[in-house]
């Protein structure tokens, strides 16, 4: 245990970056110390930065921190390299259990800081001196420390196998090349290394522009969401201030159906009361005029009856009944039966205008935003770009796809699977996507002909009613050599405009537009068609049985 201390605290006198004992030992203000020109080596690198970090904790300091020699720490190094620190750097050289030991050292092995190819061997850095300064061991290939080398052997004829047999796809020692694998294809480990290394490239290539393509896509995608996410947050907000204008407009509406009630009321209650205090007020003098009466009934001197019988009879003019207007009990259900017949109105614009109200893009288009003119310049049209693939679901057994599910071609008979989806009278695919709102793509195509078109996704995929521009479900650009022409629902346009073998296609499903340009250095409309789209659309490709004859959807920036 005291020998375990004793190693652990000569360790301590190491610079971690080197694994030497100290040289001009500086302590940064972490607490860690290094070699001076260790630390300023590893700063120097750090300097773009403008930062510098230690490499033990990882501590940031800025500015640079100015080093000072650690006298006391100089002074303790000098005293343990006369006790054995450097033996006990050494030590750190030792193979362990996952390193490769070199095979020249007897006893406890350094570590093999490289192996030979031709000697099959591993040397630490003392007994690799030969292969440096010998000449006849310069040719020798020298490679990362491996403890494979012996698979290299030939179990059979104990030879290095330097061969490749091709047939067998198996390595082979030059003895196994006249024996076994005699005749076979069989050329130089190295030569089929070459091979096997070009295609790894390849591979890599591939790999790395797949990568490429799809972190563009990610961006695509993420730009996709940031618009859904703007859009949404404007539709949320700019639908608050219309909700909250409605609901300004009803408080106003009530509160005026609320005033103007309470004023009548009062108006009609004034009008009432005061035709009932002239009516009590009758009263209270036909009930004095009846006492008067009832006592001169009794008098028993008749001429004092006769004497004021023509003053008390007189009655004064009465209020009749038949003047007082007394209305049915609803006095005010008129303005119940008006308030609920708006609300009922209400109802049912709010019912029948919520059904239309979703949050796809052509519906957001009609409901928020004002139409939107069809641009003149091709960067206008890329504003509105989608990036279009094709559905090999959907695909005719004669047609290639390729790039990425981009590019159909004519070819021989694909495997594909049998699909419900799947076109077989027509060499025709279907885009992934469906199409709605304000897009654009542009397709490239090569030899004969091909067609460019757009279709609802419930097109027929079976017999003459599946070709597209034959029905009503489907419209139809053919381009062949230096011509166009236009089909929909059996009826064929001829379209005449420059040739390019380009062709951009612009649709604006809620404004009805579908348009076909000429795409080169210009952009010139070769045929627009105004229309009602009752369904979202799928982009379309058609091959015309002309070996070669593709059409890709091209990748716009």
């Not at 020109?37 to 750090?46: A, R, V």
């Not at 009944?321 to 009922?344: G, H, M, Q, W």
């Not at 469906?434 to 079976?462: D, F, H």
Request: charged share 25%; hydrophobic share 30%.
């Amino acid at each position: 245990m005291a020998q375990q201390n004793h190693q652990l605290d000569r360790a301590k006198f190491c610079c971690s970056v080197c694994l030497d004992p100290l040289k001009d030992p500086v302590t940064i203000p972490c607490g860690h110390s290094y070699c001076r020109n260790c630390i300023q080596s590893y700063w120097d690198k750090e300097d773009e930065k403008k930062t510098h970090s230690c490499p033990q904790c990882r501590q940031s300091f800025t500015p640079r921190p100015v080093l000072v020699k650690s006298t006391m720490l100089a002074d303790l190094v000098e005293e343990l390299k006369k006790t054995g620190l450097q033996a006990a750097a050494a030590d750190l050289c030792y193979a362990g259990a996952e390193d490769v030991a070199c095979d020249v050292c007897t006893g406890r092995k350094l570590r093999a800081v490289k192996s030979c190819q031709v000697c099959l061997a591993s040397y630490c850095e003392k007994h690799l001196q030969p292969h440096h300064e010998a000449a006849q061991f310069k040719k020798h290939k020298l490679m990362e420390p491996s403890e494979k080398l012996q698979e290299n052997i030939c179990s059979r004829h104990d030879e290095v196998m330097k061969m490749f047999c091709r047939t067998d796809q198996q390595c082979i020692c030059y003895l196994c090349s006249v024996d076994e694998h005699k005749g076979h294809d069989t050329v130089s480990a190295a030569a089929e290394r070459t091979e096997r290394q070009r295609e790894l490239e390849g591979s890599r290539h591939n790999i790395q522009q797949r990568i490429q393509d799809r972190e563009e896509d990610v961006k695509l995608l993420q730009q996709e969401v940031e618009a859904i996410n703007g859009s949404a947050d404007k539709a949320v907000e700019h639908s608050e201030k219309i909700f909250t204008q409605l609901i300004r407009l009803m408080e106003e509406r009530r509160s005026d159906v609320k005033q103007q009630v309470r004023s009548q009321q009062e108006t009609e209650v004034s009008r009432v009361k005061e035709l009932q205090e002239k009516l009590e007020q009758e009263i209270t003098e036909l009930k004095r005029k009846d006492a008067e009466l009832k006592k001169l009934s009794h008098t028993e001197d008749h001429n004092q009856f006769l004497h004021n019988y023509p003053s008390l009879s007189a009655l004064s003019e009465s209020t009749h009944s038949s003047s007082i207007n007394i209305r049915p009990l609803k006095y005010f259900e008129d303005v119940t039966a008006a308030v609920s017949e708006l609300r009922d109105k209400l109802q049912n614009v709010l019912r029948d205008t919520w059904t239309n109200i979703s949050l796809t893009e052509t519906q957001v288009d009609v409901l928020l935003s004002n139409p939107q003119p069809e641009p003149k310049t091709r960067a206008g049209f890329l504003r509105y770009s989608r990036e279009i693939t094709l559905d090999p679901n959907t695909a005719n057994t004669h047609l290639l796809l390729s790039e990425g599910n981009r590019k159909a071609t004519y070819s021989q008979h694909q495997p594909y699977s049998d699909h419900p989806d799947r076109f077989t009278s027509y060499l025709q695919v279907l885009s992934t996507e469906t199409l709605t709102g304000r897009c654009y793509w542009e397709v490239e195509w090569r030899e004969g002909g091909v067609g460019v078109a757009v279709a609802y996704k419930n097109i027929s995929r079976a017999g003459n009613e599946s070709e597209f521009g034959r029905k009503d479900t489907s419209w139809l650009l053919y381009c062949y050599n230096n011509s166009y022409n236009f089909y929909h629902n059996k009826v064929r346009t001829p379209v005449s405009g420059p040739r390019s073998s380009r062709v951009g296609v612009y649709l604006d499903h809620s404004a009805g537009i579908l348009s076909f340009y000429s795409v080169s250095d210009t952009m010139t409309l070769l045929h627009r068609v105004q229309t009602t789209f009752t369904q979202p659309l799928c982009a379309g490709l058609r091959c015309f049985y002309t070996h070669g004859d593709s059409a890709e959807f091209c990748k716009l920036k």
